[in-house]
């Protein structure tokens, strides 16, 4: 007997994965065709948060959010990048034309 595959993420870690790749999807939507700054800032929000889930995830349960052996060079990493696009999205001037 064949079992079905599995349609859904296996843990949260991956179902929060599958939802900052969304996010991230629409971000880089807002930076082609609209306000480049929003995009930005989502998806540096969108990092933050998959910081904030895979330090707080088991690292059974932390499924695709872990990458490296280590959670917290994981968290390190994504809190970094986070944080410096909503930093750089706010701090970038405005220019002309």
Do not use: K
């Amino acid at each position: 007997m064949e079992r079905e595959p599995r349609r859904v993420p296996s843990t949260l870690g991956g179902l929060v994965y599958l939802v900052v790749v969304g996010v991230s999807a629409v971000g880089m939507l807002l930076v082609a065709f609209g306000p480049w700054r929003r995009g930005v800032s989502l998806i540096g929000f969108a990092l933050l948060a998959a910081a904030a889930m895979r330090a707080v995830l088991s690292e059974h349960e932390a499924g695709m959010l872990r990458v490296r052996r280590y959670r917290w060079i994981d968290v390190g990493m994504l809190a970094g990048v986070g944080v410096a696009l909503v930093v750089l999205s706010s701090v970038i001037p405005d220019q002309p034309g």
